[in-house]
């Protein structure tokens, strides 16, 4: 069994000031190096065996309005859009694609910068995150790094949660607990730091799900160490821990929101924690990832 707790809270603790009630000031265990990268062309977009394309995308309707879709469930984090020239009324039979890809394993949702689509996704015992043009599905860049993770009770051994971009780069926080700042533009990494070996995390039923909230210069995670902090917020340059919160609830699967409320601005997380035995399976009964592969369409609607 599992028993939450809704959390609100914004800079709450901040490294080098005063901790907030009886908690004690949180230390950076970990801070990562950051790479000085000097100057190079971006890579062009190119064709890769897993791609098949079916049409050129036509133009936007005159005078439509677009806009990016940065992170989870978009640029409000309320899965809405504000885009026009949107269909009111799908066609028959199905969207006509413009290309598809074979993916690997994994829940995570794609991101789209500009012309430029980010997801993740597991293929045997790699994540691999794949940089690809919106409209043509052609890769700019690819960054891999190995996995072994297995999830508890089902094949969900893939990447869970959806990265996060602002425009220069882009952070992954994988199933392990990796967390990935990559230079959008080349996939060259910037920082990176593991989360779950640092601070300690213990593995969940189905990993690291939660996707990060930026906030300004911070990157708010519900990060869930037994005895804190619960919530944690990381500099987007640097990767490092600027404030953490909370000592009484670990991770779940529920994503950091903004709001304001009474005219304050707060990050609402819905924190859990394991109240009961779960009954562990044994090494030889857990699934180990393999390449499971499914189509990912994109589609355009008939103007």
């Known amino acids: ?32 190096a950051v790479n000085e990268l000097s100057p190079v062309a971006a890579p062009t977009a190119r064709d890769f065996d897993e791609l098949r394309t079916f049409g050129a995308a036509r133009p936007l309707p005159a005078g439509a309005q677009v806009e990016n879709w940065p992170g989870f469930l978009g640029p409000r984090r309320d899965g809405r859009s504000r885009e026009t020239g949107l ?20 829940f995570a949702s794609p991101v789209v910068f500009g012309d430029r689509l980010v ?38 051994n893939g990447p869970c949660s959806t990265p996060i971009v602002d425009g220069e780069r882009v952070w992954v926080h994988g199933v392990e607990g990796w967390l990935h700042c990559l230079e959008l533009a080349t996939g060259r990494v910037v920082w990176k730091r593991d989360l779950k070996t640092e601070f300690g995390l213990e593995q969940q039923f189905f990993g ?13 995670i519900n990060l869930g160490v037994p005895k804190g902090p619960t919530v944690a917020a990381f500099d987007k340059s640097t990767g490092r821990l600027l404030w953490g919160t909370g000592t009484r609830w670990g991770m779940s699967c529920a994503s950091p929101v903004l709001a304001t409320l009474h005219g304050e601005e707060r990050v609402l997380v819905l924190a859990g924690g394991q109240i009961a035995a779960t009954g562990r399976r044994t090494d030889g009964d857990r699934s180990r990832g393999a390449a499971d592969r499914r189509d990912l369409p994109v589609s355009q609607p008939p103007l």
């Open 208 to 220: 690291v799900t939660a996707s990060p909230l930026m906030w300004r210069n911070q990157l708010i």
């Open 1 to 32: 069994m599992r028993s939450f707790a809704v959390l609100g809270a914004l800079s709450s603790w901040v490294a080098g000031a005063p901790a907030v009630g009886a908690q004690e000031p949180i230390v950076d265990p970990a801070p990562p």
């Open 119 to 156: 997801y993740p996704h597991r293929v045997g015992k790699e994540i691999l995150i794949e940089c690809l043009e919106a409209t043509t599905g052609k890769r700019f860049w690819q960054f891999r790094y190995p996995t072994d993770y297995r999830a508890e009770y089902f094949d969900a």
């Open 87 to 106: 269909l009111t009324k799908w066609p028959e039979g199905r969207l006509p694609p413009l290309w598809t890809m074979q993916r690997g394993s994994g």
